[in-house]
């Protein structure tokens, strides 16, 4: 099957700094997500993205789909941007369902 | 706000026993996939409901079952918990047939199994 790998898996920055989280995926997708899961476990879509740009206010995303990453910028980060980030795909062989990446966990500081 | 549902919120269970999980999906979508979530891991695939169909299962015994009702709401049924099923489990709805299928998730139900 199909594998995701994001990084890094843990990032600690102060309030203001800007990052950039990425995910690889080991094979051709027809459906790329990444989503901020808060403390209480919610998941928050952010962006529907199987290629290209797409911006949301201080959230960017890029997929490279022939190269087989995306990347997902965040900048002048605050304290509610904390979480865990993951990046999840859709391909040919998943019957619909998504496989997520085991995230990446972002502390920001004050 | 998804406008996903889902109850209970926490659920304190013991070995052996019986469990019922319940979604509701989104208006307007069609497909509810359900997911497992153990601490510090990404969701894990169970299975997605299409049409009141399984349409899709992932590496899941079959004491893990569920239905989808003509409304599309959901349900999960875990039989003989053990104790690798506390998780938090996520449901997730969709359009199948629409664009992107982007799938939106509701809040969780956190499982303990004691």
């Known amino acids: 099957g199909i594998q995701v790998e994001q990084s890094p898996p843990d990032l600690i920055l102060q309030e203001g700094a800007n990052s950039t989280l990425r995910c690889n995926f080991s094979d051709s997708v027809n459906n790329l997500q990444w989503f901020h899961q808060n403390p209480w476990g919610q998941l928050i879509n952010l962006f529907y993205?199987?290629?290209g740009t797409k911006q949301n206010g201080r959230l960017s995303a890029t997929t490279v789909a022939t190269e087989r990453y995306s990347l997902l910028y965040i900048s002048s980060s605050q304290t509610t941007d904390s979480g865990v980030y993951f990046c999840a795909v859709r391909y040919g062989g998943s019957q619909g369902n998504l496989i997520f990446g085991k995230g990446t966990k972002l502390s920001v500081k004050p | 706000e998804t406008g996903v549902t889902q109850s209970p919120t926490h659920l304190i269970k013991t070995r052996g026993q019986q469990v019922t999980l319940r979604c509701s999906s989104q208006s307007g979508h069609n497909t509810v996939s359900w997911y497992q979530q153990a601490l510090g891991q990404g969701p894990q695939f169970i299975f997605q409901?299409?049409?009141?169909?399984?349409?899709g299962r992932g590496n899941f015994p079959p004491r893990f079952s569920g239905l989808q009702f003509p409304n599309y709401s959901s349900e999960l049924n875990v039989n003989a918990l053990e104790l690798d099923d506390s998780a938090l489990y996520l449901c997730a709805s969709s359009l199948t047939g629409g664009a992107g299928e982007t799938q939106y998730f509701g809040p969780g139900t956190r499982l303990l199994v004691l």
């Open positions: 993205i199987p290629s």
């Open positions: 409901y299409y049409r009141e169909e399984e349409n």
